[in-house]
């Protein structure tokens, strides 16, 4: 079993507001991050997979199929878009690091090869806030 991974880069909006709160309640949890008029950040995607290496490949998967498989399913549905407005996987949830992970995780795993295991989505939100999931 050998583990690979590939990153890749987005840029979304979104603000971190719960409906069910009161406006002061939301600026109380989430301050700045609840600005109505939404804010912006450069997301970096880690995608582990894991497998055997083929013998005919040298690989578990080529990177590049990968690549084009996260590109696909996932940067083509949220690069420049507002996630809390535009992006089907997040309806209904709250736009954080954590769920837009869970989210990715569950696109993607629906579409990997047979034999390609999704082992971890690593989301980095601000080069100081990471959330990694490893599906559940
Ligand atoms: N557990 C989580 N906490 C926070 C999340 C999140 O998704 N999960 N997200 C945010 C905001 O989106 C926020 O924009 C993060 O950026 P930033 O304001 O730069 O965060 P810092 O805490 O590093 O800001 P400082 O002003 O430097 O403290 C917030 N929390």
């Known amino acids: 079993m050998i583990f ?3 990153v890749e880069h987005f840029n979304a909006a979104h ?4 409906e069910a709160w009161s406006k002061e309640k939301n600026e109380e949890e989430f ?5 109505e008029n939404w804010h912006g950040h450069n997301y970096d995607l880690h ?20 690549g084009k ?7 083509e549905e949220i690069d420049h878009k507002n996630l809390n407005v535009d992006v089907a996987m997040m309806k209904g949830k ?3 690091a954590e769920n ?12 990997l090869p ?17 959330v990694e999931y490893f599906g559940s």
Do not use: M
Not at 15 to 18: E, M, R, T
Not at 51 to 62: K, R, Y
Not at 100 to 111: E, F, G, R, T
């Open 100 to 111: 837009l992970a869970i989210a990715i995780w569950q696109q993607l795993s629906l579409h």
């Open 31 to 35: 301050g700045k991050c609840a600005n």
């Open 69 to 75: 498989l996260i590109n696909k399913f996932v940067i």
């Open 94 to 96: 709250l736009c954080s």
């Open 15 to 18: 603000k971190l507001y719960n």
């Open 114 to 130: 047979p034999g390609v295991i999704l082992h971890s989505v690593k989301l980095y939100e601000t080069p100081r806030i990471f």
């Open 47 to 66: 995608v582990t997979v894991k497998g055997e290496v083929s013998a005919d490949t040298g690989f578990v998967i080529n990177a590049s199929t990968l």
């Open 4 to 6: 690979l991974t590939r």
